[in-house]
């Protein structure tokens, strides 16, 4: 495995022997790595080789058969507030995960609100619901035309297409202000016609400096936007380095036979 990347600061996730497993499956086998703020760190492998399992176990939505996982130096998988961790890492999923019963603006501010109503009755602050509602509306719709979807508040999902749904997903996750974003396969789920208008959204987050691990299928978004790419296969990180080094100098026989078939 080949990392050059060198950093002073303690890393913003980490995790230390990673495993899962899900009966007599291993999918994941002893992963140790460092996540840093503001890298865009893109995770690339055969379909298998437990990539979306490694980033659900960051925040705990599988939790790890063994080892640990760090989140801002503390152990989240023994964390008290797990809760107060998961709402500064930005989660989007293949399938949008968007509630059909709620508009759009809706599903942008319901859980902006929740957490901001629970501080407040933590801290007995004074702030009204109405008051809380009403900036997290102006937030949400400050979110909503940035992405060209002002028009779209008061419609629901059902009406949207696959890469609308995709991009309210994502500033969903932007309304809970995270310190990372989290992507598993983003463009997956969608018509090929659509996948640029969210790849967009996302390398604009990336050059605003957002910290972001994606596991993704789209290579030229991961030679384009990542400062570092990991390449997993059968539950390890194989390899670990910038995008030159794993496009363009790939060492192990398995990344080389996986970019043979992928570019």
């Known amino acids: ?93 293949q399938h949008f995960n968007l509630f059909p019963h709620l508009t759009v603006l809706k599903n942008i501010t319901l859980a902006a609100v929740d957490a901001r109503l629970h501080a407040n009755r933590k801290q007995k602050a004074k702030l009204s619901k109405k008051q809380i509602v009403a900036e997290e509306n102006e937030k949400a719709m400050t979110l909503l035309r940035r992405i060209g979807l002002e028009n779209k508040a008061n419609a629901y999902p059902a009406t949207l297409s696959g890469g609308q749904k995709q991009r309210v997903a994502i500033v969903r996750s932007l309304a809970m202000d995270p310190k990372v974003m989290l992507f598993d396969e983003p463009t997956s789920a969608l018509d090929p016609e659509m996948v640029g208008e969210v790849l967009s959204l996302m390398k604009e987050l990336a050059d605003e400096g957002m910290t972001m691990i994606v596991v993704t299928h789209e290579m030229r978004f991961a030679r384009n936007v990542s400062t570092r790419v990991l390449f997993m296969n059968e539950g390890k990180i194989e390899e670990d380095g910038t995008p030159q080094q794993i496009f363009d100098a790939p060492q192990s026989p398995a990344l080389q036979s996986f970019l043979s078939k992928v570019l």
């Open 1 to 93: 495995m080949c990392n050059t990347l060198t950093h002073e600061k303690e890393p913003l996730i980490k995790t230390v022997d990673l495993c899962k497993s899900f009966g007599e499956s291993l999918v994941l086998d002893h992963i140790s790595a460092s996540i840093y703020e503001g890298e865009k760190v893109v995770i690339i492998g055969p379909s298998g080789s437990g990539k979306s399992t490694f980033l659900r176990c960051l925040n705990m939505l599988e939790t790890p058969t063994e080892g640990s996982v760090f989140f801002e130096g503390e152990e989240l998988t023994h964390a008290s507030n797990l809760d107060g961790h998961r709402k500064k890492m930005g989660m989007v999923f």
